[in-house]
């Protein structure tokens, strides 16, 4: 089946302890994306990768890290998170082939900061 | 700046009504628009596309429109369901000359059925 998986889908973490949110999609895609959605915001990307080892700032990149060590995985990373980004997250995943690749999207980690 | 505008932000409707949902945006030059529908806890799941050269397209009890030259479109769904109760999210592509092009999200209708 094809399908985009995060890890884990709930998280409560205190400010400043390092955490790593992982997102591995099955479906041989080239591009990956990060966002985070709040409430009255809708989706906002953080960070996107066109391929392994490429990745670039979306719109909300500041106190988020990334990387793209194989084609499968897009990690979002924080080093020190803070209570502001307490957030709803979501990992998507498409082909960079065609006018019109559908985005598919993990099923969210909802990220508490105390 | 390249915007995408929904409207209602919430709406409540009785099973088994009609309702339409509006979308405005302000990308340019314009490739295609795809809404997605995103149930509570879950991730956001295409519904339907659409193209310059498209004006309707149905999916189901899912109808979307698009006016390319007013830059608008709108999700009708008809006789609705509990199960319909979810976000729906305007999504719209810009084009170029090549290369993948960015999108840009709607914030989303917050769509409820009520029995």
């Known amino acids: 089946e094809a399908q985009v998986t995060q890890n884990p889908r709930y998280l409560i973490t205190v400010t400043g302890k390092k955490l790593t949110v992982t997102c591995s999609q099955n479906?041989?895609?080239?591009?990956m994306s990060w966002y985070r959605q709040d409430p009255g915001l809708g989706l906002r990307q953080i960070y996107y990768s066109m391929n392994v080892e490429v990745t670039d700032k979306g719109d909300v990149p500041e106190g988020y890290k990334v990387s793209r060590k194989e084609k499968r995985n897009f990690p979002l990373i924080l080093e020190s998170p803070s209570p502001n980004q307490t957030s709803l997250y979501f990992c998507?995943?498409?082909?960079?082939?065609?006018?019109?690749?559908?985005?598919?999207f993990g099923q969210g980690t909802r990220l508490t900061v105390v | 700046k390249n915007q995408v505008e929904q409207s209602p932000q919430s709406l409540i409707i009785l099973e088994g009504k009609n309702c339409t949902l509006q979308c405005n945006y302000t990308v340019s030059p314009f490739s295609n628009l795809r809404w997605y529908k995103q149930d509570t806890g879950r991730g956001p799941v295409s519904l339907t596309i659409?193209?310059?050269?498209?004006n309707t397209k149905s999916n189901g009890r899912y109808t979307a429109t698009l006016d390319a030259d007013t830059k608008q479109s709108s999700l009708h769904i008809t006789a609705s369901q509990l199960s319909d109760s979810a976000s729906y999210i305007c999504v719209v592509r810009g084009r170029n000359s090549g290369g993948y092009q960015k999108v840009t999200f709607g914030t989303g209708t917050k769509l409820q059925v009520i029995p």
């Open positions: 998507a995943s498409s082909s960079t082939r065609g006018a019109d690749p559908e985005a598919f």
């Open positions: 659409m193209t310059f050269s498209e």
């Open positions: 479906m041989n895609h080239e591009y």
